[in-house]
């Protein structure tokens, strides 16, 4: 029997399933039909992974500070050729999505049609999640084909940047300061200064 427990008051219930025991997966088109039903909230935040749904965790004032000011500068600077998506559904197979901070696509794919191969960049912003972002999500990216992807410490910050894909995940990895430029391989017109768009260190 399923232990239920309340992590947080502001955060969906979760439950810790027994050692060795079968798990059901859940299909991304059942995870959509529950949400377009209206039993599962359409603002609830999520990720599927496995077939399993994980809950995101808050995000905090840092975060949103930074993805406020990254969206408009990417918004002003980036080529019509590309699209530069905030909180996109990445349908990674029948069985998997995440909800990356940003995901940069070539525009002329339909966001519900977008899939791993076809990101040039993924960015993910963490405060509370840097463990988890630099962690197991590095290798679900890794897993299904993703190019690139920076994970900004909105605390230090410092941008984490992944790249080089290998048989057993990404080959290269580096951490860029906040003075420096960071340009995306595949998509070079994509870069950023964190102190240039004025995000200090705390």
């Known amino acids: ?34 949400v377009a039903a209206g039993i599962i909230a359409e603002d609830e935040r999520f990720e599927l992974i496995g077939g399993e749904v994980v809950p995101m965790l808050p995000k905090g004032g840092r975060h949103e500070m930074v993805k406020r000011e990254l969206n408009r500068y990417f918004q002003r600077t980036a080529p019509d050729s590309l699209a530069v998506a905030q909180e996109t559904t990445l349908r990674l197979d029948e069985t998997a999505f995440l909800e990356p901070d940003f995901c940069v696509y070539p525009q002329a794919i339909f966001p519900a049609d977008l899939r791993g191969p076809d990101v040039l960049l993924v960015i993910e912003i963490a405060d509370t999640s840097l463990a988890y972002d630099r962690g197991r999500k590095i290798g679900i990216y ?6 690139e992807v920076w994970v900004i410490d909105a605390n230090r910050p410092a941008t984490y940047i992944y790249r080089g894909l290998g048989v057993e995940g990404y080959r290269d990895h580096s951490e860029a300061s ?7 391989v595949r998509a070079p017109a994509i870069s950023m200064c964190l102190s240039a768009l004025g995000l200090a260190p705390l």
């Open 1 to 34: 029997m399923n232990e239920r427990i309340q992590l947080d008051p502001l955060r969906p219930a979760t439950t810790q399933a027994a050692d060795g025991m079968p798990r059901r997966p859940w299909t991304v088109a059942e995870i959509e039909a529950m």
């Open 142 to 147: 890794a897993a299904y084909g993703i190019p």
């Open 178 to 184: 906040p003075d420096e430029t960071v340009t995306a």
